[in-house]
């Protein structure tokens, strides 16, 4: 069992930026791709961005540019920096890991999500 605990959400005004972490136990981190979703009220849960161990990343359209996956695996602990956010990216993060997709599908593992609230 892998257990992963997102950090680091909050509210913050359009334009600015956040931070969020996933610090994995239980397993070998770097076994996994590592991925970030977020799910909007009312809305399905949708994928942001994933990363290989060895640091391939994908992004989907609407975060590039603006949002970088990264991880430490010596830390046991992937990043999401969030920048230029706007009121859209309002979310439930969620950070995953499994095999690298951008399908939720892929992923066996994921945390309990944290709140990103962005104003206008």
């Keep these: 069992q892998l257990q992963l605990v997102e950090s680091g959400g909050g509210l913050v005004q359009a334009g600015g930026s956040l931070r969020l972490s996933c ?12 991925a970030w979703f977020r799910q909007a009220p009312g809305k399905e849960r949708e994928f942001v961005a994933t990363i290989r161990s060895a640091g391939s990343t994908i992004y989907t359209d609407s975060v590039k540019g603006r949002f970088t996956i990264s991880r430490d695996n010596a830390k046991n602990t992937l990043y999401l920096q969030m920048n230029s956010l706007k009121p859209e990216d309002t979310a439930v993060y969620y950070c995953a890991a499994g095999t690298m997709s951008t399908w939720s599908e892929a992923y066996k593992y994921w945390g309990q999500g944290t709140q990103v609230t962005v104003s206008s």
Excluded at 23 to 34: K, L, Q, V
Aim: aromatic content about 16%.
């Design 23 to 34: 610090a994995a136990s239980g397993r070998t981190f770097s076994n996994y791709a590592m």
